[in-house]
């Protein structure tokens, strides 16, 4: 057996410290991922920093109208915030797809975002996976394909980023707050998980010892109340996706005012739809044109023969997400098309 150190820290800077100055130390959120890894001997960490009883557990609207949700407001929480449901239905959408309700329950806000592939590899320590260990090479390139990334890949690792939160919170442009030894600093979502290249080791910008501490969403608008998150999965609860689409949609009669698309299952991090985002932008909706624009953010796309369904399947989620929008934007206004 191997010792560990558990410490409980009240204040934030003093949980900084500790793992910053500790390459074997590691913060504890709700635990129902990094436990798991502790048992797999995956993770072999000297000291865990339970940062899960600090002070930032409250949903808080700032006065510009930011949402401001403190990393340890627990997942099944956040799904049922009144605001978050009304002003960002994604974000609740894509939550209560995921888990199951206990593991829900459990689950922080910042240790969602950094919880880790599930490549079948990487939880298997008998295999080589570069990402568990560097430079030792990757058993899914030739192996068990079925779940590999299709964007943004490498010949170092091919593995999914398995959050349904993050790929709501990419399409909303949320910013990730972090605190690190140099203070507070904020994060995009669209450059806190990373492409794998050559170091797929490492999942995100954080430095090591850097702790989120919220995340924030923009003010509300006609745009995040139209919202949606579509999953597609092997079973209706308790799996990872296949693909998922968080989408969202403002028309002006026929016209794409605007609109928002990030695709889950697909790579190593949320993968925004910029492409496809801006050929629909300004264009009259239709449902041809939202797969014309899926398959131009698709063109660099690159399948094997197990996982190359997940081109027409992320397509055609992508249609249905923005259809059930268009929809309803149409019930609103009592536009036709
Ligand atoms: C059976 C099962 C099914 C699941 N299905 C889904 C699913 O369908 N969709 C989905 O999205 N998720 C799913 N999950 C994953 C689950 O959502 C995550 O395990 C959970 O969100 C992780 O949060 P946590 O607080 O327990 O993190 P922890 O396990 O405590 O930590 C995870 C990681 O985050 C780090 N960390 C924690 N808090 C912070 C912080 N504040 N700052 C910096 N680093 C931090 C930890 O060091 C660790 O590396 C499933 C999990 C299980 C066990
Ligand atoms: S895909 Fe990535 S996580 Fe999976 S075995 Fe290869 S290197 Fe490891």
Same mark, same amino acid.
């Given at each position: 057996m191997k010792e560990l150190t558990y410490v409980r820290p009240?204040? /934030?800077?003093?949980? =900084?410290? *500790?793992? @910053?100055?500790?390459?074997?130390? %590691?913060? !504890?959120?709700? +635990?129902?991922?990094?436990?798991d890894h502790l048992k797999l001997g995956l993770l072999t960490p000297d000291v865990l920093v339970d940062v899960s009883r600090l002070p930032l557990d409250e949903v808080t609207r700032l006065?510009?109208?930011?949402?401001?949700?403190?990393?340890?407001?627990?997942?099944?929480?956040? /799904?049922?915030?009144? =605001?978050? *449901?009304? @002003?960002?239905?994604?974000?609740? %959408?894509? !939550?209560?797809? +995921?888990?199951?309700?206990?593991?829900?329950?459990?689950?922080?806000t910042g240790g969602n975002l950094l919880q880790r592939t599930r490549c079948v590899y990487?939880?298997?320590?008998?295999?080589?996976?570069?990402?568990?260990?560097?430079?030792?090479?990757?058993?899914?390139i030739g192996g068990y394909g079925r779940y590999d990334a299709v964007l943004g890949a490498s010949e170092a690792c091919v593995a999914t980023h398995p959050s349904d939160l993050a790929v709501a919170l990419a399409a909303l442009d949320?910013?990730?707050?972090?605190?690190?030894?140099?203070?507070e600093r904020r994060v995009p979502m669209s450059d806190f998980h990373r492409l794998p290249g050559h170091h797929p080791e490492t999942d995100t910008t954080l430095a090591h010892g850097e702790l989120v501490t919220s995340v924030e969403l923009p003010p509300e608008s006609a745009l995040t109340r139209a919202s949606d998150y579509r999953k597609v999965r092997d079973r209706a609860s308790y799996a990872f996706a296949l693909v998922s689409?968080?989408?969202?949609?403002?028309?002006?009669?026929?016209?794409?005012?605007?609109?928002?698309?990030?695709?889950?299952?697909?790579?190593?991090?949320?993968?925004?739809?910029?492409?496809?985002?801006?050929?629909l932008r300004g264009e009259t909706y239709s449902e041809e044109a939202?797969?014309?624009?899926?398959?131009l953010e698709l063109a660099a796309a690159?399948?094997?023969?197990?996982?190359?369904?997940?081109?027409?399947?992320?397509?055609?989620?992508t249609a249905y997400a923005l259809r059930g929008l268009a929809d309803r934007s149409s019930e609103r206004t009592g536009a036709t098309r």
């Open positions: 009240t204040d /934030a800077r003093d949980a =900084v410290a *500790r793992v @910053s100055d500790d390459p074997h130390a %590691r913060f !504890l959120g709700g +635990g129902t991922n990094l436990v006065d510009d109208g930011t949402l401001r949700i403190g990393t340890n407001v627990r997942n099944s929480d956040l /799904a049922a915030h009144p =605001v978050v *449901r009304s @002003s960002y239905p994604a974000v609740t %959408r894509a !939550l209560l797809a +995921g888990a199951s309700g206990q593991i829900r329950n459990q689950a922080t990487f939880q298997d320590v008998t295999t080589p996976c570069n990402k568990r260990e560097p430079g030792s090479g990757c058993s899914a949320a910013v990730v707050v972090v605190l690190g030894r140099d203070g689409v968080a989408a969202a949609l403002e028309l002006d009669g026929d016209v794409v005012r605007d609109v928002r698309i990030a695709w889950g299952g697909v790579a190593h991090r949320p993968w925004r739809a910029a492409a496809a985002e801006e050929a939202v797969r014309a624009a899926a398959e690159v399948t094997g023969p197990d996982n190359a369904y997940k081109i027409p399947m992320v397509r055609n989620a």
